[in-house]
């Protein structure tokens, strides 16, 4: 089977380093699914606006793997990045075929420029990820309550505190700065990295987010620089 892009996502995340690592961890971060030419039409949407989320099918087009590549053990970061775990009980983005699942709320439809796109929330895609499909979210069907969830009930994403001097927030609008602040309580550093001095740099919004972050779980932000 050959499958194209219907639409590509876009967001202020413009590099894997600090995209959520699940979907829904940051509700705050909007963003919009863009049609392509022969997909932007708007009878393919009709009653989209009933549904709160939406799935997401999509591509992990930034893993470096070619088509088939792959291994049956892989190391999720939620468990430190050195455990590893069948492929199959993970999300990794290294698989047989690089296919990516994600569920997002739908705040809107808008245009921008003269194409259709669908307003999104929560998403943990970066900017230009193809999507190539787009099923409704379905309560009855979707929703399992009081289901195991294998390694991932054992483990919990630890957040930091985040130290945003007041002369760096000015680059950002509110609804960014929020989002931003919302990202880096995740950490974006690899779960196996813990040297305090060092300085990390993550794209967002057009600004280079420089930070560090001590052994106590604090964040702090030591400049943005515009990229």
Known sequence: MNIIPIAYYHSQLTSKFGVPRQSGLVPELIGRIVFEDGYADADALRGIDGFDYLWLIWEFSLNGKEVGEWSPLVRPPLLGGNEYVGVFATRSPFRPNALGLSSVRLLGV??????LALVVAGADLVD?????????????????????SGFVDEKKWRKVEVRFPAELRVF????????????LELDPRPQYHNDPQRVYGMPFAGYDVRFRVSNEGVLEVVAVEII
């Open 172 to 183: 950002f609008g509110n609804e960014d700065f929020t989002a931003l602040c919302k990202v």
């Open 110 to 115: 808008e245009e921008v420029g003269n194409r």
């Open 128 to 148: 230009g990820t193809p999507i190539y499909d787009i099923k409704p979210y379905v309560e009855y069907a979707d929703v399992h309550i009081g289901v195991r």
